[in-house]
């Protein structure tokens, strides 16, 4: 059965209210902020929304913080000790196209930053925050606008071994990484100058690591899944140069509150059609088939035009995209795919 509004509330009001650990390596409501001792760390919301004329379209709000090491003993107040990156993108299947937007900036006179001991990271006017059992996100690109909330109705998903995720075989190849899913969302967008109310479904990543990728590993293929039942899955493989899995991973939350977590052999990607994009002829597979444990989904993209070229900031070209999840041919979820290290090896900021 699913999880009754009273059940999700009183887990609710008992996770944002407890300053302890929820395990032993990760602290709610602290570690939703910011970690600056880390190499790298982001605040990653993607989901679905609608319009009310019933245009679906996707989201992506993405917050990244990033320590180079390069000026950690400058006492300069203009010292690039933090970055701070933001990457922005809206899929529109009706125009047939991915409006995006991104920026960087060092982390100095209150300018641009992500905060500690809770969930607020900014550049300028662009920002997600939280604001008591929510997140508020504003992003105001050239040719799109964002103004969204973020209701919270589940407790965290902590990931891998009570929140500490590997990453490979290598013990250093490790993120600590918690995932807030089936975030119910209202707000509005604007599109060259047309603006709408919205409501949807989002999801939020949230990792820290020091070593992300061990050596060898060239990207990554990456879910999260809003369930249509109102459970959640999350499931990852980390890629080689030859194009196969070197470690993967998942969490399900069944429609019950129920958490499974699965090791390397029970999860496994299958890519179908492949996509050439047209500006950097990357070619990425944009239908799936994903099992996890005895469950297997289905991919198929809201449109196959999703790529994003974020060079001008994390240095990257990536494949991010709305996606629907089937259980066979029934409809079982939306969410997010991301496809990374396809077009070249992946080199985190």
Known sequence: MRLTSAVIAALLVATLACADAVSPGI?????????????????????????GTGEALGFQVTFFRTRPGLADGNPSAFAARQLIIAHAALSDPAHGRLYQDQRVQRAAFGLADAASGATHAW??????????????????????????????TQPPLLNGEAGLSRKGAAAAATSWYYSEPQLQVSGTIARDGRRDSVQGVAWLDHEWSNEYLEAGAVGWDWIGINLDDGG?????????????????????????????????????????????????AIR??????????????????????????????????????AVRALDGTTPAGRGYLELTGYGAALKLP
Request: zero cysteines; a negative charge.
């Open 284 to 321: 990425y597979p944009v239908q799936w088939r994903v099992r996890v444990g005895k469950r297997e989904f289905s991919l198929q993209p809201l449109l196959d035009d999703q790529e994003s070229d974020t060079r001008l900031s994390s240095g990257t070209i990536y494949w991010e995209g």
């Open 232 to 280: 959640a899955l999350m499931a990852f493989r980390i890629r080689g140069a030859d194009g196969q899995a070197r470690w993967s991973g998942a969490t399900l939350r069944g429609a019950d509150g129920s958490v499974q977590r699965f090791a390397p052999d029970e999860v496994a990607f299958e890519p179908g059609r492949l996509w050439t994009s047209p500006r950097t």
């Open 123 to 152: 550049i300028d006017d662009w920002y997600l925050q939280a604001e008591g059992s929510a997140y508020r996100a504003r992003i105001d690109g050239g040719d799109f606008t964002l103004a969204l909330r973020l209701q919270i």
């Open 27 to 51: 602290r709610f409501p602290i570690d939703t902020g910011s970690h600056p001792d880390f190499r790298t760390e982001w605040w990653y919301v993607t989901g679905w929304l609608q319009t």
